[in-house]
């Protein structure tokens, strides 16, 4: 403030300063929205795949320390998809039953997106989801205790991602059966 007073001019910005910098923030701004806006239309896809892949490789680990079955439960009309231990039947003719298991290091349980839509659950080369005469509900898939995961390929549209001729973009999740790693392909995948 000192200095400003024996020099004879006023502290603050100049008009031109100001336009400049106006126009620098203007330039960054659009370089970075437009990336933004793309990356949006497949957050919930990455998200996904994250999500399914890390509760397919819980479930394997947990298979494998415990030696017990384990099921990864999709529920069609709730969207939510779960890791379940398989609780074997006490008496002769019962059913097995399912519980909830839960993981300190990982999401056992989440919730599809909205814009998620499965088309296609084939398990074993089997399409679970389209069977005639019968409205599936819920589908699944097993991680047996010796570490092995039933062959999985899940065909889904992502409605958040609109192509020039406004169809969904199609995705394909495919679950490697020795690994229980999960890949993400940018198309549908057939048996």
Do not use: C, M
């Not at 001729?165 to 999960?182: C, K, M, Y």
């Amino acid at each position: 403030l000192r200095i400003a007073l024996v020099l004879g001019t006023k502290p603050g910005f100049s008009f031109l300063e100001i336009v400049v910098v106006l126009l620098i923030l203007g330039l960054i701004g659009s370089v970075i929205i437009p990336n933004l806006q793309f990356r949006a239309a497949d957050y919930q896809r990455k998200e996904l795949v994250q999500k399914l892949g890390a509760l397919v490789r819980a479930g394997w680990q947990q298979a494998l320390q415990s030696q017990q079955l384990h099921r990864v439960w999709f529920d069609l009309k709730t969207k939510i998809v779960r890791l379940e231990r398989v609780i074997e039947p006490r008496g002769e003719g019962q059913k097995p039953r399912y519980e909830p298991v839960n993981v300190a290091y990982a999401t056992t349980q989440f919730t599809l997106p909205d814009a998620i839509t499965i088309k296609q659950f084939f398990i074993q080369s089997s399409d679970a989801l389209n069977q005639p005469g019968i409205k599936v509900e819920s589908v699944w898939f097993y991680i047996v205790p010796e570490g092995l995961v039933q062959e999985v390929i899940i065909n889904a549209l992502d409605g958040n991602d609109i192509d020039p001729q406004g169809q969904a973009h199609q995705f394909s999740l495919i679950v490697n059966p020795f690994t229980a790693q999960l890949s993400l392909y940018e198309s549908f995948s057939k048996i």
